[in-house]
């Protein structure tokens, strides 16, 4: 599968240009109040038109019936069919400084200059009625089309075009001798026609954006991203408006999975850099038009290869990380978070300087990635058994905990932490190899101190101090015996730290289940009680070993098991009870050994890896000719000569004292060899018949 590429930064730029862009809640709400007053406004002067020519109507019914055609009036309908949102405000477009509101008004019949006066004399009335703040409407007969402006902050400009659909279909249904008899009567009180025609355009380009773009992920983004820059750049002006929401809309929706803002934003640009504006192209289909037509007819030769210039140089500084010259913005920060320390909070100091790509060289480089190679592996030593470790249960007992760096010495290479604690008064002080294990440690210590248990076995911490001592003093003497019973008593608290530290160990370095198994086999350890939450589980374990049970406990099964194996060990096989344990007879499960008086019997693994080890040695031995190509030397074939002297018989002897393998020989040559082929003995010559000398 080929792989996507990132275009978070971009994303990040193009969203922070789309927040600065998109007009603040107060210019919404502005425009929401604005548009729908209007519309309420507009639906007040319909039902007043409605009213007034509705005695009309009913004294012209009889005479509409016989002279016009009733397929293109409805009786029921009224003088105006309704008002529909266009423009920026249905497609959502509206970007700060570029507010253009658009409604259309559709008319039953071809409007008229009457019936805008008309409607700009009602509609200020009917508007005061719904709302108390001041609005302007002045009408514009060239534009078809009644203005109203907002009089206090945001100033808002509302543009209402009236237009129906039998302007569209006036040029097709009608001939010129139609068209010759009816536009006398009609002309001097139309409006202008391309206008209307214009305004059902919006209308159907409307539609069009609800249905293909409203689903495109940040088409509309990037659509406000686009208008804001034909509002910057000039090049980019003659493509502002519907060209430029067809070539978004065709750029974005030919992708086949969703886009992100930078990426939709890249995508576009590469559509109008390969040249699709310059003649020659293929143009730009309209979707809304039954005939062929195509939206860049209106724009220029020059204008085309400006766009073009322009967007091939923005894809150029896309392609060099540089978005926030093509949004015209500040480039953004890093989005690493900076890390901070609780005492850079207190003591005013600065934030730690930030990783800068391409200003480190490789040692440092090297360097880093060792400290953070050390810092994992300390973290995995820490936490390699253990859901939550102290810190985390320590912080959950007596949260918001204020840890301090006391000192840092040592070499560069193996620095030594030394952290503190403050709980309740009392300064707790550790340290380690970094500053994360000294807090590991500091927070052993108020566990400690406090009650709680901090390592795998419960009965660890329940422990009294000689029994600690008794146990660390053995641990010593095995290993160094000079030392004496008061060093032993302060390694035990050591060794509790340290088995905090890590997993569960004999003094032997084995894992207290294998060697318990070594010595009794087929145990069973059962599940005695679980409790604690989700993340501060207890688990119960225990083994019957010789008639005694042993239990363990740990966050876990298998911790719990670990410590229950290891108080069998030490109760059974380590002090007086040892030398009787080892006594016992041990019956394998597979096969016997035997075993000498007076001599120790092997564990089982070791008998099973020496068989497995004389086995091998046997098939090598029995193989290695074999595998050699190895053939056994052939024997020596004697002579005649040489067997006769053997024999010491006389001149005859049978057949049955020679090898079979001279029985041819003789018979091939027989006068030389002295056959008598009748009687099945050979006569041999008397020189052979001499005895062979020593």
């Known amino acids: 599968m080929r792989s996507i590429r990132s275009f978070g930064n971009d994303d990040r730029h ?20 604005l548009v729908s007053t209007v519309e309420c406004a507009l639906k007040h002067v319909s039902d007043w038109l409605d009213e007034l020519n509705r005695p009309a109507a009913a004294s012209q019914e009889p005479e509409s019936n016989g002279s016009d055609d009733g397929a293109n009036r409805e009786p029921s309908g009224g003088v105006l069919c309704g008002v529909v949102r266009v423009g920026l405000v249905a497609k959502g477009l509206l970007i700060k400084e570029d507010m253009d509101l658009e409604l ?26 719904l709302t108390e703040e001041p609005y302007e409407v002045t009408d514009s007969v060239r534009e078809a089309a009644i203005l109203v402006h907002g009089t206090s902050e945001p100033k808002l400009t509302l543009k209402v075009t009236l237009t129906s659909l039998q302007m569209r279909e006036e040029g097709g249904q009608e001939d010129e001798g139609n068209q010759e008899r009816t536009e006398p009567a009609e002309a001097p009180d139309l409006l202008d026609r391309q206008s209307c025609l214009v305004a059902l355009a919006s209308l159907r380009h409307a539609k069009w954006f609800q249905a293909r773009v409203n689903g495109l992920k940040s088409c509309v983004i990037v659509l406000r991203i686009l208008r804001d820059r034909c509002n910057r750049v000039p090049a980019w002006e003659p493509l502002k408006g519907w060209p430029l929401e067809l070539i978004c809309e065709k750029a974005i929706a030919t992708c086949s999975r969703p886009l992100g803002a930078g990426e939709a934003l890249r995508r576009v640009m590469e559509c109008l850099a390969s040249g699709i504006l310059l003649p020659g192209g293929p143009g730009l289909h309209d979707p809304c038009e039954k005939e062929q037509t195509d939206t860049l007819s209106a724009m220029t030769v020059q204008e085309a290869e400006a766009v073009t210039a322009s967007a091939q140089h ?12 093509v949004l015209e913005m500040d480039p953004l920060p890093s989005s690493k978070p900076s890390q901070k320390y609780l005492w850079s909070e207190k003591e005013g100091s600065g934030l730690k300087r930030p990783y800068e790509d391409g200003v480190t060289d490789d040692k440092d480089l090297i360097k880093k990635m060792k400290r953070n190679l050390r810092k994992v592996l300390d973290s995995k030593a820490i936490d390699s058994n253990q859901p939550m470790n102290a810190l985390m249960r320590l912080n959950q007992i007596r949260p918001g905990l204020q840890y301090k760096l006391l000192s840092q010495s040592g ?13 309740d008064g009392t300064v707790y002080e550790a340290s380690g190899s970094s500053k994360k294990t000294a807090k590991l440690h500091v927070a052993v210590k108020v566990l400690q101190a406090m009650g709680y248990p901090t390592g795998f076995d419960a009965d660890l911490d329940s422990m009294s101090a000689d029994e600690k001592s008794d146990s660390e003093g053995k641990s010593e003497t095995s290993s160094n015996p000079s030392n004496n019973a008061s060093n032993s008593a302060t390694d035990g608290s050591n060794t509790l730290e340290l088995r905090t530290q890590g997993p569960i160990l004999t003094a032997s370095g084995k894992n207290p289940v294998m060697e318990l198994n070594e010595k009794r086999r087929g145990l069973k350890y059962e599940l005695i009680s679980e409790s604690g939450g989700s993340h501060d589980k207890r688990f119960v374990m225990e083994v019957e070993v010789d008639g005694q ?8 099964k298998k911790v719990a098991k670990a410590s229950a194996a290891l108080a069998a060990l030490e109760k059974l096989f380590s002090g007086p009870n040892a030398a ?18 007076g001599r120790p019997q092997l564990p089982y693994m070791q008998l099973q890896r020496l068989l497995l080890l004389c086995v091998c040695v046997y098939m090598c031995v029995s193989l290695l000719p074999d595998v050699l190509m190895i053939s056994p030397r052939p024997a020596r074939t004697p002579s005649l000569d040489s067997v006769l002297r053997d024999l010491q018989t006389g001149p005859t002897f049978a057949l049955s004292q020679l090898p079979a393998h001279l029985n041819q ?18 006569t041999v010559r008397t020189a052979f018949r001499q005895k062979p000398t020593t």
Request: hydrophobic content about 35%.
């Open 314 to 325: 923005a894809l150029r500084l896309l392609a060099f990380g540089q978005i926030y010259k």
């Open 14 to 33: 193009v969203m922070a240009k789309h927040s600065g862009i998109y007009p603040s809640p107060e210019e919404l709400e502005a425009v929401q109040t």
């Open 665 to 682: 020989t003789i018979k091939n040559d027989p006068d030389t060899h002295g056959v008598c082929p009748k009687s099945n003995t050979y």
């Open 580 to 597: 009787g344990n080892k006594k016992k007879k041990i019956i394998p499960q597979v096969g016997a050994v035997a075993s000498w008086v």
């Open 411 to 423: 070499p560069v290479h193996a620095p030594v932490f030394t952290m503190s604690v403050d709980v």
């Open 549 to 556: 049970k042993f239990r363990g406990a740990g966050p876990n």
């Open 104 to 129: 259309v008004l559709m008319c039953r019949e071809k409007p008229t200059e009457t019936l805008l006066h008309t409607v700009c004399e009602r509609l200020p009335l009917h508007i005061k009625k």
